[in-house]
Every structure is written in structure tokens, then in C-alpha cells.
């Protein structure tokens, strides 16, 4: 069949709920496409609108990890929407084939799908159906995120293109504020994604029930099993920051731009960050008496260690010596200079004594000195003054 009289449909791709997906070769350029049809329009009145707005939000992206949207028309009263072919299988795919991946592989997964979802969001789109079927794989390994069909822009509030009341996306996946109906944001793809990369580790989603609405309440409720726990071989770091995407509360989440930097730089490994360059201490250089410093001090043995002496050098080369009072022959040093003073006082004194004595003794000028008689006795007698 041909489409547009461009498009060669060849086999069937794939097949969903308001369409099918063919592998097809443009002939115009000769490279190989994959074309999606809309089944029918009248099954579901909001299908042809979900089908254009497909191809609106995902036209608006061009990033290596989104699927490109080439062309949209309309063929014998079906829509049409041209595709980028992805030549690898979807992440449901592999799960059914593998059940688990090892932590790299994840990481991988995980850095390219929130770069492509941080890609639409800055363009202002929620995807709102992140699960594994809509993560497709190309040849090289390489995410590709795909089906914007129940996508929405923020700034458009009727947003889903659903009945009042009714919630869009897959109740494995889904976030916590859309169970509750709440309008979905960056942070309800966080968390789908984060489902994923759950589901990836361990081989089955965080919450699992018999019915949508118990799966919904154990979203809105219950804390999700550690990874590790379930015997996934995973860094503690990987399984904190995979917990985080998990959080009920959309501001706790990372946002899709620091989740892609996070996975891509090998954070998630879980690597110790290397510690700030230590400063050598300063080197304290041993006492020696043969070297003179600043302000050296130097302790001097003693018989009384508990009372010994300290000598302190400072930066003239000058030696001051500080004694402290002690018994024996410290206090006979000490009482030593008191001693001389005393006996120096002493002698003063005698001194005085005797200089005192010789000023007031009777002058020799002034009695007649006795004169030897002629038999050499010696008289004395008193000395009358004539009158």
C-alpha cells in the first residue's frame, strides 16, 4: 500500500488501541520510516485529537533521544503520522526476554531517557505515559522515547483529551498526584521513570495488585520495597537516588535535567569525591641546646624533677634563667645574699660607734700634762689659774 503516494507500507510493526505502526520506505528519499495509522475515529471521539497532538508535541522535538516526528497528513480519511524507525525493541521487550539488567545498563538507560524527557519539558510537554513499551532501544542501545499520544502541554488545561474524571497513562507507572486526578508535571514523568528503572533492577514494578485501584492506593500509600532487598546488585547511591524518583511528594523528586547529569557523570556508582588537599603541619624541630631559635625553651635536669628549672632562650641568643623557690640547696642560694647584707650592716655600725667615740674625746690642749719628779715618780696635781 501506498500513502500519500510517498510512503510504501510493507509489515505490520506493532498494533494499539487507536492504531498500528507499519515499517515503510520513503520513496521519495529512499530511506526507510515507520508510518502509523489511525485505526478509526469513531471509536473513541477524542482519538484523531490525541493523534494530532501527537504529532505536535513530538514535531516540536529534535533530540537524540526522542523519536523524530517527519510528516503528518490525512489518506482516505485516515491519519497518518511518519515516524523516525527505531531498528531495535522496546524495554517491555527486553524485559519479557532478559526479566532483569545489570546496574550500568540501567544507568545508561536512565541518563538518556531523562535527557529526552528534559528535552520536553523545557519545551512545556508531559509525556504522561513513560513505561517500558514507549522506551524503545535502537541498534546501538541507545533510548528513544516514543508514543506521545496521551501527551500534554503544561499550558493547556484541558490537557488530557479525556471524559471528566477519567485518568490517562498505565496504573503501574503512574504518579502518586495522578491518582489523585491532580494535573500531571515534570515530576509525575520523574516518577514513572523511575518505575521503569525499578522494574529494570528487580523484574517487576515497585507496586503490583489484583486491581488498577489497589495499584493506585499502594502508589499513594505504601513505601516501595529497596531494590537491594529484593536481591537487585546495586550501589547504595544508585538505590537511594532510584528511592528519590519513588517519593510521594513531586517537589522530592529530582527534575529530568539533574537526574540525566547525575546517571551520565557515574554519581550513581557511588564513587567517593576526593578530599581537599591537606596542609603539611608545621614542623616542630626538637630542643638543642647547640641551636638558638625564638624563644626556645629548654627544660634542665634537676634531682627534684617535679620542681625543675626552665632556661629560656629568645632570638638576641641571650639565656634568662627563671628559678622557682625550692628546699635544700635552692633556699641556702637564696638566703645567701641576706646574710652579707646583714654583716655589712654590722660593720657599718662598729664603724659609726667608733667614729663617734673619737669626736667627743677631751682635746689633750687642755690639761697640763704631769711632768717625772727627780726620784721618777710621777705627780699630778691640780693646776690653779692666777687671778
Known amino acids: 500500500m501506498l500513502i500519500a503516494g510517498r510512503y510504501r507500507l510493507h509489515t505490520t510493526l506493532g498494533r494499539g488501541a487507536m492504531g498500528e505502526v507499519w515499517r515503510a520506505q520513503d520513496e521519495m528519499i529512499g530511506r526507510p520510516v515507520a508510518v502509523k495509522l489511525l485505526l478509526s475515529q469513531d471509536a473513541d471521539p477524542t482519538a484523531a485529537a490525541r493523534f494530532r497532538l501527537e504529532a505536535q508535541t513530538a514535531g516540536r522535538l529534535n533530540h537524540p533521544h526522542v523519536v523524530g516526528v517527519l510528516d503528518f497528513g490525512s489518506f482516505e480519511d485516515r491519519l497518518f503520522l511518519v515516524m523516525e524507525l527505531i531498528e531495535g525493541d522496546s524495554l517491555?521487550?527486553?524485559?519479557?526476554?532478559?526479566?532483569?539488567?545489570?546496574a550500568e545498563r540501567v544507568a545508561r538507560i536512565a541518563a538518556q531517557a531523562a535527557a529526552g524527557l528534559a528535552a520536553a519539558h523545557q519545551q512545556g510537554i508531559v509525556h504522561?505515559?513513560?513505561?517500558?513499551?514507549?522506551?524503545?532501544?535502537?541498534?546501538?542501545?541507545?533510548?528513544?522515547?516514543?508514543?506521545?499520544?496521551?501527551?500534554?502541554?503544561?499550558?493547556?488545561?484541558?490537557?488530557?483529551?479525556?471524559?471528566?474524571?477519567?485518568i490517562v497513562g498505565t496504573s503501574l507507572y503512574l504518579a502518586p498526584e495522578r491518582a489523585l486526578g491532580k494535573t500531571a508535571g515534570p515530576p509525575s514523568d520523574m516518577?514513572?521513570?523511575?518505575?521503569?528503572?525499578?522494574?529494570?533492577?528487580?523484574?517487576?514494578?515497585?507496586?503490583?495488585?489484583?486491581?488498577?485501584?489497589?495499584?493506585?492506593?499502594?502508589?499513594?500509600?505504601?513505601?516501595?520495597?529497596?531494590?537491594?532487598?529484593?536481591?537487585?546488585?546495586?550501589?547504595?547511591?544508585?538505590?537511594?537516588?532510584?528511592?528519590?524518583?519513588?517519593a510521594k511528594k513531586p517537589d522530592d523528586r529530582p527534575t529530568a535535567q539533574q537526574a540525566a547529569s547525575w546517571y551520565s557523570t557515574g554519581a550513581w556508582q557511588g564513587r567517593p569525591e576526593p578530599l581537599p588537599a591537606v596542609r603539611p603541619a608545621p614542623r616542630r624541630i626538637q630542643p638543642d641546646l647547640g641551636v638558638v631559635g625564638p624563644a626556645t625553651t629548654y627544660a634542665l635536669?634537676?634531682?627534684?624533677?617535679?620542681?625543675?628549672?626552665?632556661?629560656?632562650?629568645?632570638?638576641?641568643?641571650?639565656?634568662?634563667?627563671?628559678?622557682?623557690?625550692?628546699?635544700?640547696?635552692?633556699?641556702?642560694?637564696?638566703?645567701?645574699?641576706?646574710?652579707?647584707?646583714?654583716?655589712?650592716?654590722?660593720?657599718?655600725?662598729?664603724?659609726?660607734?667608733?667614729?663617734?667615740?673619737?669626736?667627743?674625746?677631751?682635746?689633750?690642749?687642755?690639761?697640763?700634762?704631769?711632768?717625772?719628779?727627780?726620784?721618777?715618780?710621777?705627780?699630778?696635781?691640780?693646776?690653779?689659774?692666777?687671778p
Not at 546501538?140 to 493547556?156: E, L, N, P
Not at 488498577?212 to 546495586?234: C, F, K, S
Open 92 to 102: 517491555s521487550h527486553v524485559l519479557a526476554t532478559t526479566g532483569t539488567l545489570p
Open 128 to 166: 504522561r505515559d513513560i513505561k517500558p513499551g514507549n522506551l524503545m532501544l535502537d541498534a546501538d542501545g541507545s533510548v528513544k522515547i516514543g508514543d506521545f499520544g496521551i501527551a500534554r502541554f503544561m499550558d493547556d488545561p484541558a490537557g488530557g483529551l479525556t471524559a471528566t474524571g477519567q
Open 191 to 246: 516518577y514513572s521513570l523511575g518505575c521503569v528503572l525499578y522494574q529494570l533492577l528487580t523484574g517487576r514494578p515497585p507496586f503490583q495488585a489484583a486491581s488498577a485501584v489497589a495499584i493506585l492506593h499502594h502508589h499513594l500509600d505504601t513505601a516501595p520495597t529497596p531494590p537491594r532487598e529484593l536481591g537487585a546488585e546495586l550501589p547504595p547511591a544508585f538505590e537511594n537516588y532510584l528511592l528519590g524518583l519513588l
Open 301 to 386: 635536669p634537676s634531682a627534684a624533677p617535679s620542681r625543675g628549672a626552665t632556661v629560656t632562650r629568645d632570638a638576641s641568643g641571650a639565656r634568662r634563667s627563671r628559678r622557682r623557690r625550692r628546699s635544700g640547696v635552692g633556699e641556702l642560694l637564696t638566703q645567701r645574699p641576706r646574710a652579707v647584707g646583714a654583716a655589712a650592716g654590722a660593720v657599718v655600725f662598729v664603724l659609726a660607734v667608733l667614729v663617734g667615740v673619737a669626736w667627743f674625746s677631751p682635746d689633750s690642749s687642755s690639761a697640763e700634762t704631769p711632768q717625772p719628779g727627780s726620784d721618777g715618780t710621777v705627780s699630778s696635781s691640780p693646776t690653779v689659774a692666777a
